[in-house]
């Protein structure tokens, strides 16, 4: 079973950014595919972003134009860009396969506020 290690969280001001980074082991990364999630309190789990082996990234409408999803497979790392952040996105990020399959590491807190 994979594990998957994230990090870059912290606090930042609306209109901030932040580069989150994930390092992956135990699997071939290189022939997965990637995603970030977030969740914030009492809400449930959702996919922020996604990218093919290939690296074709996919986003959602709520991130779209804001976050950007990038690879490096030699490095076995996933990395999401996350520019003009809003109070909003506040919430614990994760990373993991798009299926999902892997356990669910610790996440990297993002607190957006002024």
């Known amino acids: 079973q994979g594990q998957v290690v994230e990090s870059g969280g912290g606090l930042v001001q609306p209109g901030g950014s932040l580069r989150l980074s994930c390092v992956v082991s135990e699997i071939i990364f290189s022939t997965s595919n990637m995603g970030w999630y977030r969740q914030a309190p009492g809400r449930q789990r959702d996919l922020v972003a996604s990218?093919?082996?290939?690296?074709?990234?996919s986003y959602a409408d709520f991130v779209q134009g804001r976050f950007t999803i990038f690879r490096d497979n030699d490095k076995k790392t996933v990395y999401l860009q996350m520019d003009s952040l809003k109070p909003e996105d506040t919430a614990v990020y994760y990373c993991?396969?798009?299926?999902?399959?892997?356990?669910w590491g610790q996440g990297t807190q993002i607190t957006v506020s002024s």
């Open positions: 993991n396969t798009r299926d999902p399959s892997l356990d």
């Open positions: 990218i093919t082996t290939l690296g074709t990234p």
